[in-house]
């Protein structure tokens, strides 16, 4: 996501950054690039001009004058105006009232709206709650039909919805079963159109009136770009949703919609959807978000990534062996075994600083099919060369290469991309965050 606006950027940033002593007129210049990218993302185009005149301000006063790495400090600003805009911190659901409490998700059809049912109701559930799935769509017997087979699929119980039912009636009749169910929060997966209509709206009124949800989100489709803010101004006027939900944002490179919700509806974005599977929803955090924009990398979401995966222990002992330089091929392949768990590898990689942009240039080709490669090379190695990569020679190269059936450069190309990442955690051990950014390029 945001590939072209990223990219778009660091060259209005690479401009900046190089100089020692900036005046109003490099300033204009950079600020005209960085409103050229923006508007090329789909940002909405008065949400551009309020953030850039900020920006702006804020680049002419003491703080970038008076600095002596005034290209740093208008990157800082340009940083710091972006979380702003993308409203802050994270913003937590609404758990607290009494349960059973309803989450209401509503959205046109096709926007993701009863994958995200699921999705939310998976996500909720890793948080200590039980949740129940409730299908309200009563014109469409296929989108209760669909909803029970995600049920099914993540076991988590739906209400068996009556399709002859009042929409109202079968939300009312959900929340007197969900105790009994063993559940206590309602996720009502209500009906979708093809368009906004009145007679959506109204049923939508109707629901929230009867079940007075914790929260009303909206699941907007992401690469709609500015369609999707649009929406998100009617429905809000409508029902006052309490956020939206952007899905599919794994596909948008633009990120116009991500970037311009907040500044014109000021309602927050909760969640972002990143992939079809049950557990591709993630929290949205403004600032780890402006960070990944800005080329900084999304460290942050890739370590939260990993510990909902890692075993706690096994990882503090893997920091340990970092730290002390005894990170070997073992371990390297136990890493890999990780990141196979965690998701595409894509993903995972574009998360990474300075990595997503070399994956773009093609330097960095992730084939998930590499990764069994590589498991393979490693399984033909012996304990003793697992635990030290320098004693093997060339021909227990060819030999390892012909008992993995793979070549001999695949085998060196492993050991090269070890000793890089080898170093790389070196690295990141020893500088933390300032060894991060300088990775990034931004030291
Ligand atoms: P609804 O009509 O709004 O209920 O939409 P669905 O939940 O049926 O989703 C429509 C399509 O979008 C399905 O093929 C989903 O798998 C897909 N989808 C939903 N969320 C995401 C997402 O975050 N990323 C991607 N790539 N696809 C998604």
């Given amino acids: 996501m945001f590939e072209l606006l990223t990219e778009k950027l660091s060259r209005a940033f690479k401009e900046l950054r190089g100089r020692g002593r900036l005046n109003e007129k490099n300033i204009q210049e950079a600020l005209k690039q960085i409103r050229l990218a923006f508007l090329e993302a789909d940002v909405n185009y008065k949400v551009v001009k309020n953030f850039l005149e900020e920006i702006r301000q804020r680049s002419l006063g003491k703080e970038v004058m008076e600095s002596l790495t005034p290209g740093q400090q208008v990157i800082k600003i340009v940083q710091e105006e972006l979380t702003k805009l993308m409203g802050e911190g994270k913003r937590d659901l609404n758990l607290n009232d009494k349960k059973p409490l309803s989450l209401m998700l509503v959205g046109l059809q ?24 409730v299908p309200v769509d009563t014109q469409r017997p296929a989108a209760i039909e669909q909803l029970c087979k995600i049920g099914e699929e993540i076991n988590i119980p739906v209400y068996p919805a009556d399709s002859n039912d009042r929409v109202e009636d079968i939300c009312l009749k959900a929340k007197k079963e969900a105790p009994k169910v063993g559940c206590d929060i309602l996720v009502i997966d209500t009906a979708g159109r093809l368009h906004i209509d009145e007679q959506l709206m109204e049923e939508l009124l109707r629901i929230k009136g009867v079940i007075h949800p914790a929260e009303s989100l909206l699941v907007a489709d992401a690469m709609t770009g500015q369609d999707a803010v649009n929406l998100a101004v ?5 029902l006052d949703i309490t ?92 890493q890999l075994a990780y990141i196979q768990k965690m998701g595409s590898l894509e993903q995972i990689l574009g998360m990474m ?40 020679s060339g021909s227990r190269r060819k030999r390892i290469a012909m008992g993995s059936g793979t070549k001999v450069e695949d085998v060196n190309r492993l050991l090269k991309n070890f000793v890089q990442t080898k170093n790389m955690l070196k690295k990141l051990s020893r500088g933390g965050l300032k060894g991060l950014s300088s990775m990034a390029g931004f030291n």
């Fill in 234 to 238: 009617k429905f809000n006027q409508v």
């Fill in 243 to 334: 956020g939206v939900i952007l899905s599919k944002m794994e596909g948008d490179a633009r990120g116009g919609a991500a970037l311009s919700v907040m500044a014109v509806t000021n309602k927050p974005i909760k969640f972002v959807g990143i992939g079809e599977s049950m557990d591709a929803l993630e929290p949205f955090y403004p600032d780890r978000m402006s960070s990944r924009i800005l080329g900084m990398g999304d460290v942050l979401s890739l370590i939260d990534k990993a510990q909902a995966e890692f075993d706690q222990k096994e990882a503090m002992k893997l920091a340990r062996k970092i730290k002390k330089a005894e990170f070997d091929l073992e371990d390297f392949k136990q």
């Fill in 110 to 133: 096709g926007s993701g709206k009863t994958t995200t049912a699921g999705k939310l109701a998976n996500y909720i559930r890793k948080n200590g709650y039980h949740p129940y799935l």
């Fill in 353 to 392: 600083p300075g990595i997503g942009k070399m994956m773009k240039a093609g330097r960095l080709k992730t084939d998930e099919k590499e990764l069994v490669r590589v498991e393979a090379i490693i399984n033909s190695m012996t304990p003793e060369e697992r635990r030290n990569h320098r004693i093997i």
